[in-house]
């Protein structure tokens, strides 16, 4: 089976306002809507599961309902650590050769090709991200914020979700990233190649359009690109 767990846990502290940025408006709907049916009408996308704030578990559940969204099973609360939520998923989807599509619900724009993209590449891969080449030109800096060096963009992306896997190899990365006291991350597809660094992390071509909420002024530039979508 193909799951998509769709992350909604943040706060969205940097966007300002009362609501998390999962919540806010944007071209009539709230943008978790748009993320939820990127994957409800995908035909690869057996169920969806989504992970939120827990004080949210029964909004999420009222607009499931309002919205006749079938596939999504399971509303779970989430923690206070990005990856509590990858755990609540883990909790709930227990056969190891599921393949576990985890995507940040302020990506509200993630098209049709790279959730196929996803699922075919992990025909192959049992763990697969998904990135964009990186246009800007990066530089590292010393101690005195001076250039110390220039990274060649060639092999440099920016991360995008969903980020996938086979549930046993994001299941056994997380085993062992607990038993690790100085564990941190933000990534799973980080977690995977830091703790099993035998496993190789497929890349699959994202989409610029495929942005993330992270600032208020992202708010205008995703509803412009909703309204040229549906031109």
Known sequence: MNIAIILAGGSGMRVGGELPKQFMQ????????YSIEAFENHALIDEICIVTRADYVQVVKDLVALRGYRKVKHVLPGGKERYDSTLAALKVYTDDQTNLLFHDAVRPLVSEKIIGDCIVALQHYKA???AVKTTDTIISVDSNNCISGTLNRDHLRNVQTPQ?????????????????PAFTTTDDCGTVKRYIPS?????????TRNIKLTYK????????LVRLKTM
């Open 26 to 33: 944007v071209a009539g709907k709230q943008v978790i809507e």
């Open 128 to 130: 697969v991200g998904v």
């Open 164 to 180: 996938c896997f086979k549930a046993e190899t994001i299941r056994e990365a997380y085993r062992r990233a607990l038993t690790d």
């Open 199 to 207: 496993e190789q992390v497929y890349i699959v071509e994202g989409d």
């Open 217 to 224: 002024e992202d708010l205008a530039i995703l509803e412009q």
